[in-house]
């Protein structure tokens, strides 16, 4: 795949704080990544070098192949849209009024204003002032100004941040749409336990470094974690489906129809084929590690081994 934006052992000082350490990372055309870490994790700094409003300490940044912080470059900043963690718009304006604004600072045409505003659900709210909208019609409102110009490539910082549930849900919807059209997305987010089936890679930060990149089914794999069976087995017979399992799995919690397991990942299919030839089995339910088991492992086994 074409990389849309890469930063090359990238280090960043600010005074005696080191807020990135040799970070090396690509975003691939078409993918949509997500940017994990605690707070001071470096996430942030990544996000303004991407944007050229800081430049690196060592190490190199480009988008679409320029610097985006160079003499050259304005046309790679114009390939970006940035959806920033609080968007603040002035209430006195209708939402119109606000994209106009928006699309006059870049360059772009007012004609598809209305499409934009559409496309996020607020073409009934065009010209209602900012001040009537709740804050999911806001973050709304700031994702229509990310797609002015049609950019290569989103940055989305935090974009569900302070939202209630169905606000969330909305703002994760257009995330799923906008992927689904090819857009390159990059999403910095605490929200661990909805983003990660959101997207094709995850990258963790933590400390200023790069913990991890891959997809979520090979960071699972390198983590080793354990998967989640839960049984419904005929009354009576745990301890006969157990002795049958042998040792390749774990028993967490026991009673008389039901059973907990816990697994290596890598006997998963053992396990299961095991399973199917049981006739005390009735049910099996397999859960596996989410991202945010994940990200605590990962900072765990990095804690310890420093």
Known sequence: MTAIAQWSSVTRHFGKVTAVQDVSLTLKAGEATALVGHNGAGKTTLIKLLLGLIRPSAGSVSVLGADPAGRNGAGARRALGFLPENVAFHGAMTGQELMAFYARLKGEPLSRNRELLALVGLADAADRRVSTYSKGMRQRLGLAQTLIGAPRLLLLDEPTSGLDPASRGEVYSMIDRFRADGATILVSTHALA?????????????????????????????????????LRVTPCTTGTVLDRLGTAVRCVARAESRLEL?????????????????????????????????????????????
Not at 203 to 227: I, K, N, Y
Not at 297 to 305: G, I, M, Q, R
Request: net charge negative.
């Open 194 to 230: 909805e983003i990660g089936e959101r997207v094709d890679r995850v990258a963790v930060m933590h400390g200023g470094g790069l913990l991890a990149d891959g997809s979520l089914a090979d960071l699972r794999r390198g983590a080793d974690l354990e998967v989640r069976l839960t």
């Open 262 to 306: 816990t697994l290596p990942a890598g006997a998963k299919m053992d396990v299961l084929g095991k399973l199917a030839t049981m006739r005390e089995v009735e049910d099996v339910e397999m859960s596996t590690p989410g991202l945010e088991e994940l990200y605590r492992t990962l900072v765990a086994d990095k804690e310890t081994a420093t």
